[in-house]
């Protein structure tokens, strides 16, 4: 293991290694371990179209020239599509998320590491420099998740290269940022000179969509469009037309959480259907009308939530306004921590959005500093708390499928 590892990481693989020279023996792995390999196993699927999805297509660009590296490269792809399989597994809650989930990663992301330094060996200069490139990327990535304790956070600030996915028929970049088990939160990344979310629907997942200002454009539901100009949060049900037109000469990002009972977390970039059409075919409608499903005011939410003293967790979306056809339904919940903590609910599994000031996040005994623009995940059945850390009040976007 040549990679970075925070001693807590290489502790639990030298453990699972232990294990399996004992024929996958369970004795001796204590509630924390199981619950660090969870957090870690979550880390990795976060690269199901990260680092694993974007690392295969640049590997398939590599001219191989001979037989021996066509055959390491041949290896390398099939093992990072199979870690890529991996998110469609669950991580359960027992000694299998240590001895079955978060080894075959492990073993898995090394296996890749040794391939390609393999090629790297067996070449010409120029190859070894492009492989060595796309290597060094994806060592990164993976140390991203070894390096941590457990708590791996991802940031919304930019689209890491080699580590995200250009959904195909809609031509635009998405960072992925927290996936669990049957949701997902991600950013849509969009630096063009229009910054357009192209119309599209899903038919067997849900989403929200959030923007945050400054902006001036239009967001779309259905046959209906309606014109925004600060913070929102749009819900969105199966089978149902939507979208973002940008009328702003800012770039507008869109962080959004898709969910699915059906497809799980990870089906975003499977579950899309393209829908073209024109902004002047919809009806124009206020944010406010039902036709927009409940839109809220998301930075009013959060400014509202901030000015409290207490700690509370305020529900803004509940989940049966986008519940449809057996697909499941996203909860979405601003969260004020102050001073004295905040004990999340023990639920299903979490996906937090760090929105304003700093924090210290507790999970089942593992701590990690947070502030605004990170994620993580707190898996399902998991204990948490935050608590505020300096005079900023601390502030969090939750998400769960219900």
């Known amino acids: 293991m040549n990679r970075h590892c925070h001693p807590a990481y290489r502790s639990l693989i030298e453990q699972a290694r232990e294990r399996h020279r004992h024929g996958r023996s369970p004795l001796g ?149 927290v996936y669990g088990d ?13 910054s357009d979310v ?34 929102y949060a749009l819900p969105i049900p199966p089978r149902t037309v939507h979208g973002y037109i940008n009328a702003s000469a800012a770039v507008h990002h869109v962080p959004f959480i898709y969910g699915s009972l059906k497809a799980g977390g990870w089906g975003v970039f499977l579950d899309v259907e393209a829908q073209p059409r024109s902004l002047v075919e919809l009806r124009a409608v206020s944010r406010e009308s039902s036709e927009m499903n409940g839109t809220v005011y998301l930075e009013r939410v959060i400014e509202e939530a901030a000015a409290r003293e207490a700690s509370a967790r305020q529900i803004m979306i509940p989940a049966g306004v986008t519940d449809r056809h057996g697909v499941g339904g996203l909860e979405l919940a601003v969260v004020r921590a102050n001073e004295a903590g905040y004990q999340m609910p ?28 990170d994620h993580f995940g707190i898996p399902a059945g998991a204990e948490a708390s935050l608590c505020q850390r300096g005079r900023q009040p601390f502030m969090c976007l939750d998400a769960l499928l219900r």
Request: charged share 20%; aromatic share 6%; hydrophobic share 40%.
């Open 29 to 177: 792995v204590s509630p924390a371990d199981i619950l660090r390999a969870r957090l870690y196993s979550y880390g990795y699927r976060g690269q199901v179209i990260g680092a694993f999805h974007a690392t295969r297509l640049a590997l398939a660009e590599v001219q191989a020239g001979d037989a021996l590296a066509a055959l390491h490269l041949e290896e390398a792809g099939r093992i990072l599509r199979h870690l890529a399989d991996l998110s469609m597994d669950p991580i359960l809650p027992d000694v299998r998320a240590l001895l079955s989930t978060l080894h075959r990663y492990d073993e898995g992301i090394d296996r890749v590491l040794e391939a390609l330094r393999r090629v790297q060996d067996s070449g010409p200069t120029d190859r070894a420099a492009v492989v060595g490139r796309i290597a060094d990327r994806f060592q990164a990535s993976m140390e991203q998740v070894s390096g941590s304790n457990g708590i791996s956070l991802t940031r919304d600030t930019g689209a890491p290269e080699q580590a995200s996915f250009v959904v195909p028929n809609l031509g635009i970049t998405i960072v992925p940022l």
């Open 182 to 194: 049957h949701h997902s939160w991600t950013r849509a990344w969009l630096p063009g000179e229009r």
């Open 198 to 231: 192209p119309f599209h629907q899903h038919h067997e997942g849900v989403e929200i969509h959030l923007g945050y200002g400054p902006m001036r454009g239009h967001i779309i539901l259905g046959d209906c469009q309606a014109e925004v100009s600060e913070g």
């Open 346 to 373: 023990v639920d299903g599994f979490r996906a937090v959005s760090v929105v304003r000031g700093e924090g210290l996040v507790n999970i089942g005994g593992v701590e990690q500093i947070v502030q605004a623009h």
